[in-house]
């Protein structure tokens, strides 16, 4: 079956502008992710949906980053006035229904590359 | 809280030497404990995960993994590295809430 699928895949933008990253995530799955991966560095956590809802918006790095899921399947994050340190991989994840400190396996789509200049 | 760190940013191996991964974490209660692999431009798939069955865990491509609680460790090992094993890796935590931590990452070549 299909994979996580993000669009788009590659994005450049000049700073000040805003842009929207879309998540389609795996059929069933009703928990969905958005991570950050800087440079050389590992994944930071974003926002986490459960179905259309958002229990977890601790890792949102300012009020310019915002995300919103539709008919439980997908989402879309939108980053407002892009600032260069946004430059960025994006990447989405979704499992079946998440637990608290639950085992469930994420699975990953391929991201979207960002570069604001 | 909780936290991941790997040890060595980079790892060169030769063609057929042991891998070794270094990954200790840090949690306030149980954790259930990932490595993920991410080859060059694509997301992150799961080479195997920690679920408190078992705590030698096997995954996928020859890759194995030993929780030790007492030393607060997951390293990953592989017995023979293959060219095709060249790729980042990263462990992750998973404790409390549903996110996962993950370590900075690391990036290993093999050597022919």
């Known amino acids: 079956g299909a994979g996580v699928s993000q669009s788009p895949s590659n994005k450049v933008t000049e700073k000040g502008k805003d842009v929207e990253l879309r998540c389609d995530p795996i059929s069933g799955h009703t928990a969905l992710y958005w991570y950050r991966q800087r440079l050389g560095q590992g994944l930071e956590f974003l926002i986490y949906?459960?179905?259309?809802?958002?229990?977890?918006k601790s890792g949102l790095p300012s009020d310019r980053f915002s995300a919103e899921r539709t008919g439980e399947s997908v989402s879309t994050l939108t980053i407002q006035r892009t600032q260069q340190e946004d430059s960025a991989v994006y990447l989405c994840?979704?499992?079946?229904?998440?637990?608290?400190?639950?085992?469930?396996?994420?699975?990953f789509g391929p991201g979207t590359r960002l570069l604001v200049l | 809280a909780q936290s991941v760190t790997q040890l060595g940013s980079h790892v060169s191996v030769s063609e057929g030497a042991l891998v070794l991964l270094r990954c200790n974490y840090s949690?306030?209660?149980?954790?259930?404990l990932f490595w993920y692999v991410q080859y060059p431009n694509q997301g992150l798939q799961l080479l195997l995960k920690?679920?408190?069955?078992?705590?030698l865990v096997k995954g996928i491509n020859g890759f194995e993994a030993e929780f030790k609680k007492s030393e607060t460790s997951f390293h990953l090992t592989k017995p023979s590295a293959h060219m095709s094993d060249a790729a980042e890796y990263f462990c992750?935590?998973?404790?409390?809430?549903?996110?996962?931590?993950f370590g900075g990452g690391t990036r290993v070549l093999v050597k022919p």
């Open positions: 949906f459960q179905g259309n809802s958002a229990p977890d």
């Open positions: 920690y679920t408190s069955a078992a705590t």
């Open positions: 949690s306030s209660v149980p954790p259930y």
């Open positions: 994840a979704s499992s079946l229904a998440s637990s608290s400190g639950g085992a469930e396996t994420q699975y």
């Open positions: 992750a935590v998973k404790a409390a809430g549903n996110k996962l931590t």
